[in-house]
């Protein structure tokens, strides 16, 4: 089977894995009510994943760089099969242990997916390929909450709960079957333009430090829209309220479809730049628009942004990375997005307390434009450096 009809049967595996986490989420809240859980409860077990993901993607993109992506990939998803079972005794504590190992799992899957998309691309679209597990993500969360409610999620719960340990499995299935012919390794990619290898190899830390930094920042504008878009809205166009996470979502996705390319074609630090504008300037008119077809411009301008700067700075995190320490710098600079959301929720919910809805969105937009000098700094001169595709110079490069 080749990489061309590989790749996508890959992507299908993490939409799997995210719409199994993306039916739980639709039942969550209710589900939780119904076991006596309060407010504190539903936080804690929407946001549990993350807790464990951050810790856990930097172990599997370095255990998927030793052992393989589609074994790791299939560790990860039987994890997040297992984890759900203990959700089916109906208990608080055990539910949010359920959560904690289903996020375990999803970081596995995803760092491993990364890494096996990443080596499947090649270094001509790795922009492509980091932009396309978000789009896996956006997708597997876009279907799954439809899918609990064909489920009766709310009467039968069970349902859902079998639904999200059957939907991993099928994930392994189709990974273990591409597993059997030939898996891409690290060896047989073509060295990257431009690369020069370091004396000793920078740590990961170091080397995903600006670009996690940058995740971090325009997750802030993630977190906002999600948290007060509607509520910001709601305030002067009530009747299109509906429409905001809808509409951040099918744009997102869009923009990963669409203009995926953009980033390898004209490298990742123009691609960022222009990416943070728009994003920061669509949550801004977002805030202050004055008529319903502004802010639903608006909002589609801030997804598009969005979609292409999280590639935009994946592409510098593997920038001055030789491949076979792809997966453990995918993996790390993905823990920054779960750092983001913990810490972007306080502070745009902060801004909201202090000023209003809008103000959070306006706040948020700060964070994102600062995005782009804090990932481009440049620590000093003559770091190895790969210019993305579509540049000639170690300056656009920004590594």
Known sequence: MRGS???????????????????????????????????????????????????????????????????????????????????????????????????????????????????????????????????????????????????????????????????????????????????????????????????????TWRVTIRPGLGLMLVNFGYVGVLSFGAAAVTEQHAGISALVIPMFGIGVIASRTILAGIPDRYGAPRTLIASVVLESAGLAGLAVAATPPVALISLVVMAIGQGLAVPSLGLLALASVPARRHGRTAGAFFAYFDAGVGLGGPVVGLAAHAANPAGALLAAAGAVLAAAPVALLRRSAGRARVPSRGTTSCRDAAT
């Open 5 to 203: 009809v590989r790749y996508p049967i890959v992507l299908l595996t993490a939409v799997l894995c995210y719409a199994a986490l993306g039916a739980v989420l639709g039942i969550l809240p209710g589900y939780i009510r119904s076991l006596g859980g309060g407010a504190v409860f539903i936080g804690l077990a929407v946001g549990a994943p993350a807790i464990t993901g951050a810790g856990g993607r930097p172990l599997g993109g370095r255990l998927a760089d030793r052992r393989g992506p589609a074994r790791i990939m299939i560790v990860g998803a039987l994890v997040m099969a297992a984890g759900t079972f203990p959700a089916f005794v109906h208990s608080l504590p055990l539910l949010i242990a359920s959560r904690l190992t289903v996020g375990a799992g999803e970081a596995l899957m995803m760092a491993a997916t990364v890494l096996w998309l990443l080596r499947l691309a090649g270094p001509a679209r790795r922009g492509r390929a980091m932009g396309h597990i978000g789009l896996a993500n956006y997708a597997g969360l876009t279907v799954g909450p439809p899918l609990a409610q064909a489920l009766s999620g709310q009467s039968h719960p069970n349902r859902v709960w079998l639904a999200a340990a059957v939907l991993p499995l099928l994930a392994t299935g189709l990974a273990a079957g591409l597993s059997r012919g030939y898996e891409p390794r690290a060896s047989d990619e073509d060295a990257p333009e431009g690369i020069v290898e370091p004396r000793e190899e920078r740590s």
